[in-house]
């Protein structure tokens, strides 16, 4: 059974500094890897897709890293800013085409 | 693009009363949908998900169930609600192949009393 986890929990980081969020599987036998970012009280908004044969995507200040032989996936951020204050989650799509969440990471970005 | 809309975006009730969430999608022909659940505090539990119209398919024994009766529409119901139906719902979709974006709406954050 596919078990995501995500490190750290929580996160708090003064604005500009750069970070980098963690997301382990258990399983690579994987389709896609997706990261999410949602707002308190919010849906969920994509940010990354990596399909399994990638190895990293980038957004302007995002930068996700997958490396699936060893299960993980990293999502930098460059000179974070307040606004990117939320929580971020990490979800891959299995064998049967479900996609599995970590149980996120909520960043704080302090002005 | 694909988009999803989701109402009510909130929705308190008694114990035993029942439920009716709706979701339809826009932009996008034979979706895949989802129905996901999120506790406080926690990730996100898929509840049911559906290939094509009238196609169900359930994730977890609960007091919930799922109907498709058009190919944009999606709708999560109860008969009678439980304390522990309390949470924050959000449907989602994405193309057929499942190799793609999932996109999410706005959620609807129930509350049973």
């Known amino acids: 059974k596919q078990e995501v986890t995500q490190i750290p929990a929580a996160l708090s980081v003064p604005e500009g500094e750069n970070l980098v969020l963690n997301c382990s599987f258990t399983d690579s036998a994987i389709y896609n890897l997706q990261w999410f970012r949602q707002d308190p009280g919010k849906g969920l908004t994509s940010l990354l897709l990596i399909q399994s044969s990638q190895r990293e995507q980038t957004s302007g200040r995002l930068n996700a890293s997958l490396d699936k032989s060893s299960g993980r996936s990293t999502l930098y951020i460059a000179a974070s800013q307040p606004g990117d204050s939320a929580t971020y989650l990490c979800?891959?799509?299995?064998?049967?085409?479900?996609?599995?969440f970590g149980s996120g990471t909520r960043l704080l970005v302090r002005p | 693009s694909q988009t999803i809309h989701q109402w009510p975006a909130t929705l308190v009730q008694p114990v035993g009363s029942p439920l009716s969430l709706e979701c339809t999608v826009e932009?996008?022909?034979?979706?895949?949908l989802y129905w996901y659940r999120q506790a406080a505090g926690r990730g996100l539990q898929l509840l049911f998900y559906s290939v094509g119209i009238g196609q169900i398919s359930s994730e977890v024994p609960q007091n919930l169930s799922a109907s498709r009766p058009q190919d944009r529409q999606f709708i999560l119901s109860s008969k009678k609600l439980l304390l522990s139906d309390s949470g924050f719902y959000l449907c989602?979709?994405?193309?057929?192949?499942?190799?793609?974006?999932?996109?999410f709406g706005a959620g609807s954050r129930l509350t049973v009393l």
């Open positions: 989602a979709g994405d193309r057929a192949s499942g190799a793609n974006v999932l996109t």
């Open positions: 979800a891959v799509r299995d064998s049967s085409y479900k996609l599995i």
């Open positions: 932009g996008t022909s034979n979706p895949n």
